[in-house]
């Protein structure tokens, strides 16, 4: 197959090289005339924009939810202790991780709804003002480190958001938590 | 005879205060048996007819019940040889009428006096809330003998459920929540709160825009209506008995603080100003004060301040986590975490309390005991019992020092309101 496309191809070569060489000034002239004495532009149809046309470089609704998406799986949750609000010594880095984050170019312009977690382990009313007040730790720390608050809302979700079901420490640890989402 | 009279008074005062321990002697109550006559009904419904009449009249306090199913014909003569020690007989049939409707027609029989207490016949068009039919039957004889009010029967009780994370319904049943009716569905809807005594509309939470929105609805009419919205949390805690004035948890400045909101002029004050967490305002002593929780000392507790004072004053003095708490006039119930465990099991029990005074009574003993809700007339205690793997609805008769749990199959209860 392949020594056959080969053989074909050279044989086209030699043709179109060796036709080069000789008339190439004949096949010219001609191509000049048919284009001048026929061939004119369609001008119908084009220049029609749609509403919200975009400029060279700015992005679609879809394409911004998708790029908040990809940041939003980038982000490090925020850990807590049960029934503290505090942020703990070993999720400061995270902290700092996220701040760079959402400060990044490409995370600028979004929003940032920060929510806030909590175990099964508390009642009701309680419950939702512990995940607030970490929600509202977590904000006032990426303020601290340059994330301008005006960017920032924050939500609790009390008990209601769990990421792990099962009735253990390590399932209720994970659960203790503040993470982000984007808004476009 | 004046030692005499000052110990009887003291007996008579201590008696009313509900946060005493009552100790009543056993089998003092009439005994009541119970005959089914019905034929016509689905088995399923006719077990479960049933077993909701016991739990009933055993539910009243005022009732020895005798477990057995007796079968008989309605309209034959009552076989009075068969009860002895018997004081009561209360005989039921339920049947379809024409029309297809639910009908269920019941006497109670005083077996001394060999007379009718009270016969009627009921009807329901809508079959799935037979449970309310048995209610009706077990309050209105109760009422025809003249025992104390136990309208808490016939309430309706709101809840909000968990479905999956970040999806609640709401739902409106009747006290053992066996009759169910999903009201609000679609994302997140919590902390719903009757908002009138009647039980014609509640308010809920909307947790599904930017901020979480306060809403009421009209179960009757079908329709809701927006009251405010507040940024971080949102929450109708209590309603005043005039139904005027409501008392909010909000965050508007990201800050969970206990607000009074002024149905009539739309005003809002703000109660509390500490740094930490306030919320659950619950009013007590004639809408005067508001009883809350508040992490002021390092951990949730009880307190309690003037609704137009400063001065904030702490209610109770034990427990290492009392995080929720409900109001009945100057009692106040709450439920305490006794363990303060991040690595297993923890025990919340339920207890009762007075502004007024320092008793302090222990309802439950173990388990997971939480949503402590009063009935309207703040004699019955609501509240949810997670034991081992299995939920049960609890219900305490304070009067009577008495309580029964119901197994439970609703799923994840978020908050209750009766």
């Known amino acids: 197959m392949n020594i056959k496309v080969i053989a074909i191809s050279f044989f086209a070569a030699t043709l179109f090289f060796s036709g080069c060489a000789k008339k190439s000034i004949e096949i010219e002239t001609p191509q000049q005339t048919t284009q001048q004495e026929g061939a004119s532009e369609v001008e119908e149809g084009s220049g029609i924009k749609s509403i919200n046309e975009m400029a060279e470089g700015e992005l679609s609704e879809e394409q911004k939810l998708e790029l908040a998406k990809k940041i939003e799986a980038k982000q490090k949750k925020i850990y807590f202790d049960f029934d503290k609000y505090n942020i703990r010594p070993d999720q400061e880095p995270r902290v700092d991780y996220d701040a760079k984050l959402f400060n990044s170019e490409e995370a600028r312009e979004f929003k940032i709804k920060v929510e806030g977690n909590c175990d099964e382990w508390g009642s009701d009313e309680y419950n939702y003002a512990l995940g607030l007040k970490r929600a509202k730790t977590v904000r006032d720390a990426l303020a601290a480190r340059g994330v301008e608050p005006s960017r920032m809302t924050i939500i609790s979700y009390g008990e209601s958001n769990p990421v792990c079901t099962e009735h253990t420490r390590e399932c209720w640890a994970k659960n203790r938590r503040v993470e982000f989402e984007l808004i476009p | ?418």
Not at chain 2, 20 to 44: R, T
């Open chain 2, 1 to 418: 005879m004046r030692i005499g009279l000052i110990f009887l008074l003291i007996i008579n005062i201590f008696a009313s205060d509900l946060t005493l321990e009552i100790v009543k002697e056993v089998g003092n109550e009439p005994k009541v048996a119970v005959e089914n006559s019905s034929s016509q009904v689905d088995p399923k419904i006719d077990r479960k007819f049933f077993k909701l009449l016991l739990g009933d009249l055993k539910v009243t306090s005022h009732f020895n019940v005798e477990e057995n199913m007796n079968l008989a014909n309605y309209d034959d003569p009552v076989n009075s040889a068969k009860y002895k020690n018997v004081a009561y007989l209360l005989r039921y049939e339920l049947f379809y009428d024409d029309l297809g409707d639910l009908n269920a027609k019941a006497f109670l029989y005083d077996l001394k006096t060999g007379k009718k207490v009270i016969e009627k016949i009921y009807k329901i068009s809508d079959r799935a809330r037979y449970p309310f039919l048995a209610h009706k039957i077990v309050y209105d004889l109760s009422r025809a003998l003249g025992f104390d009010d136990v309208e808490f029967l016939k309430s309706f009780v709101v809840f909000a459920k968990y479905i999956s994370p970040k999806k609640s319904n709401i739902v409106v049943s009747d006290y053992t929540l066996t009759y169910q009716k999903s009201v609000v569905s679609g994302g997140l809807n919590i902390f719903p709160k009757w908002a009138d005594r009647e039980q014609r509309s509640f308010y809920y939470t909307d947790m599904n825009g930017i901020k979480p929105t306060l809403y009421k609805v009209d179960i009757y009419k079908g329709t809701k209506s927006k009251v405010l919205s507040s940024e971080g949390m949102l929450v109708c805690s209590d309603v005043s008995e005039d139904g005027e004035k409501l008392l909010l948890t909000m965050a508007p400045d990201f800050q969970p603080d206990i607000y009074l909101y002024n149905l009539k002029n739309g005003t809002l004050k703000r109660l509390t100003t500490y740094k930490g967490i306030d919320v659950n305002g619950n009013f007590t002593q004639n809408d005067t004060k508001l009883v809350f929780v508040s992490d002021r000392l390092g951990y949730p507790n009880i307190f309690m301040k003037k609704i137009d004072g400063y001065g904030v004053q702490r209610l109770i003095y034990h427990g290492r986590n009392n995080s929720s708490c409900t109001t009945y006039k100057d009692y106040v119930a709450y439920s305490s975490r006794e363990t303060n465990n991040a690595f297993g099991k923890n025990t919340f029990n339920i207890y009762l309390a007075s502004t007024k005074s320092d008793f302090i009574r222990r309802l439950t003993a173990n388990g997971v005991n939480i949503f402590p809700r009063f009935s309207n007339d703040g004699e019955t205690l609501l509240y949810i019992k997670e034991f081992k793997n299995q939920s049960g609805l609890g219900v305490i008769r304070l009067k009577y020092n008495k309580s029964y749990i119901y197994p439970l199959y609703v799923g994840k209860i978020q908050s209750i309101d009766w």
